[in-house]
């Protein structure tokens, strides 16, 4: 069964560092997210990407965040300079174009801010 | 805002039993309503429910949507241990599509 890949699958990072996720979702998918889990709290929603921009952001994808789909096959996030705050598991997600299509998640990166 | 609200919060049930997980949802734009199981790290889809009434069902799993009341529970039959797990409930918005979750229902399956 395709698979919603994520890498690394846990980074720790100094607070002030730049951090970037790699995610490559399902070769026919259109539709791409990031979406975050901070330890025992609700998956929250982060940033919808389609057609190479963005569709949607969240108040939390403020100007440290940024997405890129650099060569057509992987999906980026780039956190600027991390917080302490920004500790959480991060997970890419990917799904086809049409409205009867479940999202797919990938297995997630965890990320240590210390 | 979005809502979307999960209960109960936990249940401890034995193998055999059945149990029956509610999510109600406030999503503007709502287009469906999606489950999905936790276990250790990726939720792992479960149902994508947009038409009220019309029950899914996947094996001991079956879910049902109810767009006049906003809510929707996922049953599971004959539990087994490997049914532990957290089961998410989201809400999808037409608008870019985002999901909103809820906290999620913890479910342990005693042998």
């Known amino acids: 069964e395709p698979e919603v890949t994520q890498t690394p699958s846990h980074q720790v990072t100094q607070m002030g560092q730049e951090v970037i996720l790699r995610c490559v979702p399902i070769s026919n998918h259109l539709y791409f997210y990031w979406y975050r889990q901070i330890l025992g709290q609700k998956v929250e929603f982060l940033v919808s990407f389609y057609n190479n921009e963005i569709s949607e952001k969240s108040e939390i994808f403020d100007d440290q965040f940024s997405v890129e789909r650099p060569d057509g096959s992987n999906f980026t996030l780039k956190i600027r300079s991390t917080k302490l705050e920004d500790s959480a598991m991060y997970f890419c997600?990917?799904?086809?174009?049409?409205?009867?299509?479940?999202?797919?998640f990938g297995s997630g990166t965890r990320l240590t801010v210390v | 805002e979005d809502k979307v609200v999960q209960s109960p919060l936990s249940l401890v049930v034995h193998e055999g039993d059945t149990v029956t997980l509610n999510c109600s949802y406030e999503?503007?734009?709502?287009?469906?309503l999606l489950w999905y199981k936790q276990e250790k790290k990726a939720p792992t889809f479960l149902f994508m429910l947009t038409s009220s009434g019309i029950e899914k069902k996947s094996g001991r799993l079956s879910s049902i949507l109810d767009k006049k009341e906003l809510f929707s529970i996922l049953n599971i039959t004959a539990t087994q241990t490997g049914d532990s797990a957290i089961y998410l409930c989201?809400?999808?918005?037409?608008?870019?599509?985002?999901?909103?979750f809820g906290g999620g229902t913890r479910v342990l399956v005693k042998p």
């Open positions: 997600a990917s799904r086809e174009q049409g409205a009867r299509y479940g999202y797919t």
């Open positions: 999503v503007t734009n709502f287009r469906s």
């Open positions: 989201a809400g999808s918005s037409a608008a870019g599509n985002k999901l909103t």
